[in-house]
């Protein structure tokens, strides 16, 4: 290893888990007495069956975990788990490989547990966070073979992911058929009772009512058009998918579809609000900005010891949900933008757009929902794109909070 002349910064140290709470001065001392590390693009930082009680926290870079079956976890830098050490349990589980030049820190556990200078209450400090971390490791360990495999059958193409429900996909191939008019769609929406009544419910409601009430499907898609009946059946269909046989993930599953619920409602009102939006895809993509938790939740119903510990489901979702629903919706041939929403979801900075998307608006149903927490208003471009200045971010989103009656309708429209 070659360790370099560098400290790391008092404020390096406070973002890694081990050490977030440390009183300043502690921090200050602690930079003084450790120096970064550099390594080459394959070089080994911890040998599988280790026992040094060193931690490794990787800074720059990225870094490959090898279990003893010759599974790989790639650990980026950028990634929230950086934030903790690298294969923390001994004998380590894994090998730790640099996959590209790495810095990190190698702290000395006894280095962290010597008695303090400071005051005695720095060290109950240090003393607690031992315990949580001991406490964290077998929910760490489960989270790291769920992950792992996930990632393993990625590589592999032999990934498991929700298919788009049969008659979603049978009226998505009819609406693009140089043949497609009403009657035939029409046809095979009646081969679901169900869908048909939600799509002659749409077509009935004040954003779509006429003078007179239409009673038949055929009639409910002349009126809704063939792009937004693709869209709602779509919409309609994904509730099948948010269901679970598993007594200990059901809870979770319902979670997810109440949250999805309610941020594709906000983004339906949010864009109709503002203007220049089509409903329909906005609630779209707020029901469907999550849909990559789906793919976790039931990977985890093979791992028994994940779905038993919800702290070690929320990491596994947290490092994994962006990227599966981006996979997801762009297999089923989602529209660019509506992928474009679940890959952005929570991009609370994203910049650089021409114009506002409906990834603005699922980011912003999201703000107002509170899932932004530590990001000043002030720094979220989307509410600017949505016709929003700095002053008026406020009013803004007092625009959801006033619109109880509307967001309530398309929370009905979803279904419970």
């Not at 966070?129 to 792992?148: M, S």
């Amino acid at each position: 290893m070659t360790e370099t002349a560098d400290h790391p910064t008092p404020t390096t140290l406070r973002r890694l888990s081990s050490l977030s709470e440390l009183p300043i001065g502690e921090l200050e001392s602690l930079s003084k007495r450790l120096f970064v590390h550099e390594e080459h693009k394959g070089a080994v930082l911890l040998p599988l069956g280790s026992t040094d009680r060193s931690m490794l926290f990787l800074l720059e870079g990225e870094c490959r975990l090898i279990a003893a079956d010759g599974g790989e976890r790639t650990v980026r830098h950028t990634d929230s788990s950086a934030q903790t050490p690298l294969a923390r349990l001994r004998p380590s589980r894994y090998k730790v490989e640099a996959a590209s030049s790495v810095r990190y820190l190698r702290i000395d556990s006894e280095l962290v547990q010597e008695p303090s200078n400071f005051e005695p209450p720095s060290a109950i400090t240090l003393e607690t966070y031992q315990v949580e971390e001991e406490e964290d490791v077998d929910h760490l360990a489960a989270e790291n073979r769920l992950t792992l495999q996930i990632y393993e059958d990625l590589n592999s193409g032999r990934l498991l992911l929700p298919s788009l429900p049969h008659v979603a996909v049978r009226i998505g191939e009819a609406v693009n058929s140089e043949n497609a008019n009403a009657r035939k769609v029409a046809a095979l929406i009646e081969t679901d009772p169900a869908m048909a009544l939600k799509i002659v419910k749409a077509a009935n409601s004040a954003r779509f009512g006429g003078v007179s009430q239409l009673a038949t499907v055929t009639e409910a898609v002349a009126r809704l058009g063939m792009t937004n009946t693709q869209t709602l059946v779509v919409t309609f269909a994904l509730r099948e998918l948010f269901r679970t046989s598993s007594k200990m993930l059901e809870k979770r599953m319902m979670a997810l579809w109440e949250h999805s619920r309610r941020i594709a409602a906000l983004a339906q009102v949010l864009g109709n609000k503002v203007g220049g939006f089509n409903d329909h895809e906005a609630l779209l993509a707020g029901l469907a900005h999550d849909i990559g938790v789906l793919a976790v939740i039931g990977y985890a119903r093979s791992f028994p010891e994940v779905a038993g510990q919800p702290a070690a489901l929320e990491a596994s979702i947290r490092s994994l949900r962006t990227q599966l629903s981006g996979m997801i919706l762009s297999k089923w041939q989602m529209p660019a933008e509506i992928v474009s929403a679940a890959k952005e979801a929570e991009n609370w900075r994203r910049d650089g757009v021409a114009k506002a998307d409906y990834a603005d608006l699922v980011i912003v149903a999201q703000v107002h929902e509170g899932f932004a927490e530590g990001v000043a208003t002030a720094d979220i471009p989307a509410l600017v794109r949505l016709g929003l200045s700095v002053e008026d971010i406020g009013e803004g989103i007092e625009l959801l909070h006033n619109s109880h009656e509307e967001i309530a309708a398309a929370k009905r429209l979803l279904g419970g």
